[in-house]
């Protein structure tokens, strides 16, 4: 079945960088747009990143715009996230996430990653 | 940036409970609203998308319904795998949201 493994999670200082991996198996990659989706710790999700299935189209929530940056290579079925300049408040576990479209239905996210955890702090 | 409600926040259900949680929009998001099941420790699972499509191997009991700002989320009767926690998602604009989430508990 689909698999989505993330990666590179770890601790860091503030003001640090972090890249997360997410290696996809099983699926066609290249055919889907791809996000990244983080939840702090007994807290709610929260969108973080798209990227379109050619990665020519790319967006970011407005906590991480400038900070984030979201890639992909198809030629290796893996999605990325560079997390430059890390806030205490970017500690979450970051989730990659399949989107499924289609014209009747709109997106959803039907495939997730098992997440990887993020810790900022000093 | 389009903002989600749910309600309750929390509910205690008894196994066999009705229980529905609703999310409403800010705005108009037509029929694009997800439905996800947390459990602790695990990554979220699709159960319903474009408002009331239930997704591949996803119980019956479980429906969705609504559009524009109003949607609903119904367990037609509530089983032990079904304690979680439930969040809506907006996939009508970027960014896509999420409503805060909705706990079931066991009463």
């Known amino acids: 079945q689909v698999q989505l493994v993330e990666s590179g999670g770890g601790v860091v200082q503030p003001g640090r960088s972090l890249r997360l991996s997410c290696a996809a198996s099983?699926?066609?990659?290249?055919?889907?747009?791809m996000h990244w989706v983080r939840q702090a710790p007994a807290k709610g999700l929260e969108w973080v990143s798209v990227?379109?299935?050619?990665?020519?189209?790319?967006d970011h929530a407005d906590s991480v715009k400038g900070r984030f940056t979201i890639s992909r290579d198809n030629s290796k079925n893996m999605l990325y996230l560079q997390m430059n300049n890390l806030r205490v408040e970017d500690t979450a576990v970051y989730y990659c996430?399949?989107?499924?479209?289609?014209?009747?239905?709109?997106?959803?996210?039907?495939?997730w990653g098992q997440g990887t955890l993020v810790t900022v702090s000093s | 940036d389009i903002q989600l409600t749910q309600s309750p926040s929390f509910l205690s259900a008894s196994v066999g409970d009705r229980v529905t949680i609703t999310c409403r929009a800010s705005?108009?998001?037509?029929?694009?609203l997800a439905w996800y099941q947390q459990k602790p420790g695990k990554a979220p699972q699709l159960l319903i998308y474009?408002?009331?499509t239930l997704q591949g191997g996803v119980p019956s009991r479980f429906s969705g319904s609504g559009s524009g700002t109003e949607f609903t989320l119904t367990i037609s009767s509530v089983q032990p795998e079904d304690f979680a926690t439930y969040y809506c998602q907006q996939l009508n604009t970027y960014p896509f949201t999420f409503g805060p989430g909705t706990k079931v508990d066991i009463k």
């Open positions: 474009a408002a009331s």
């Open positions: 996430a399949r989107a499924a479209c289609s014209a009747h239905s709109g997106c959803y996210f039907d495939q």
């Open positions: 990227i379109s299935n050619d990665g020519s189209n790319k």
């Open positions: 705005q108009g998001i037509k029929g694009f």
């Open positions: 099983r699926f066609t990659f290249s055919r889907y747009a």
